[in-house]
């Protein structure tokens, strides 16, 4: 019987000021084996919304590329979350892209499911975020 690879993703992204400098974090936990990978990343002046969008399509990519079948993904957007359950319409142009890169690679993945949490459960990701932002900042000081 093949194993089937399970990751647990935290993704966290964030803007200073609302669109400002942007960053995504993100911790991959393989869930058998407890091994974590993180990723931070500055990826310029945009909103909260999409950084949150755009550090959850970073984590399902990588997620594709270390084989995984399942993933079971935590956020600390509830938006994001509720318009990918069909719950909130996406009516912000700028998000629709976002959001049907993630439908598209939502089909990679045998089971996926999207799991609201509190921002004090997300602090490792969150964490991630401000030092992919402050190393941008000092970078440009």
């Known amino acids: 019987m093949s194993h089937q690879k399970t990751f647990i993703i935290h993704t966290d992204g964030g803007a200073r000021g609302n669109p400002g400098p942007a960053g995504i974090g993100i911790v991959l936990e393989d869930k058998e084996t407890g091994e974590k990978h993180h990723f931070k ?15 959850l399509v ?21 938006l994001v979350v509720k318009q990918l ?8 142009k700028n998000l629709a ?3 049907l890169k993630i439908w598209n690679l939502k089909q990679k993945f045998k089971k996926i499911t999207f799991t609201h949490i ?24």
């Open 97 to 99: 892209p976002l959001f």
């Open 58 to 78: 970073y984590a399902l990519e990588r997620a594709h590329e270390m084989d995984a079948q399942e993933v079971w993904c935590y956020l600390d957007s509830e």
């Open 41 to 55: 990343k500055y990826i310029g002046e945009t909103t909260n919304n999409q950084a949150e969008y755009r550090a």
């Open 118 to 141: 509190f921002r004090e459960k997300n602090k490792e990701a969150d964490m991630l975020v401000n030092m992919a932002i402050d190393a941008h900042l000092v970078l440009t000081k």
């Open 85 to 92: 359950h069909g719950i909130y319409r996406v009516k912000d």
